[in-house]
């Protein structure tokens, strides 16, 4: 695959199709046996309040693959990512009902670069509340 937008179409200030992602507790618990992260504050709530949590928290990673998300669905080549990285601010609480957290996504390109490649910002918000910073992507275009 290869990256389906031209970087000569893209200007500073493009808004990529902002996107929400519910995440329940059987997300979590197929995330935690994708990717063998089994620690218990994302799945046993009487733990995580223990430790200090207000509930079940979403992974990090996961938090952070769902962001990603807007950026690989708009270039339409995940290969097309050549950097990403987050800062993690917040946890998105997740509560133990039908309904769960939502995780909430917006981004833009920032900046144009070299060798055909963009800056992305990304901007990442679960109950009102910023749970990435310094969210970037960089990601090389046709």
Same mark, same amino acid.
């Given at each position: 695959?290869?990256?389906?937008?031209?970087?000569?179409?893209?200007?500073?200030?493009?808004?990529?199709?902002?996107?929400?992602?519910?995440?329940?507790?059987?997300?979590?618990?197929?995330?935690?046996?994708?990717?063998?992260?089994? $620690?218990?504050?994302?799945? $046993?709530?009487?733990?995580?309040?223990?430790?200090?949590?207000?509930?079940?928290?979403?992974?990090?990673?996961?938090?952070?693959?769902?962001?990603?998300?807007?950026?690989?669905?708009?270039?339409?080549?995940?290969?097309?990512?050549?950097?990403?990285?987050?800062?993690?601010?917040?946890?998105?609480?997740?509560? $133990?009902?039908?309904?769960?957290?939502?995780?909430?996504?917006?981004?833009?390109?920032?900046?144009?670069?070299?060798? $055909?490649?963009?800056?992305?910002?990304?901007?990442?918000?679960?109950?009102?509340?910023?749970?990435?910073?310094?969210?970037?992507?960089?990601?090389?275009?046709?």
């Amino acid at each position: 695959m290869t990256a389906k937008i031209a970087y000569d179409e893209v200007e500073v200030g493009t808004e990529l199709l902002a996107q929400s992602f519910p995440v329940t507790r059987a997300t979590l618990v197929r995330y935690a046996g994708a990717s063998g992260d089994f $620690n218990p504050i994302h799945w $046993n709530e009487k733990f995580a309040v223990e430790v200090g949590l207000p509930d079940v928290i979403a992974h990090g990673m996961f938090t952070m693959a769902e962001a990603a998300r807007v950026v690989t669905d708009w270039v339409g080549d995940p290969g097309a990512v050549v950097e990403y990285g987050v800062r993690f601010t917040r946890p998105v609480v997740v509560p $133990n009902d039908d309904t769960g957290a939502l995780i909430e996504v917006s981004a833009k390109v920032a900046a144009k670069l070299e060798e $055909n490649r963009v800056r992305v910002d990304l901007t990442a918000t679960s109950a009102g509340q910023k749970v990435l910073g310094m969210a970037r992507a960089v990601v090389r275009l046709a």
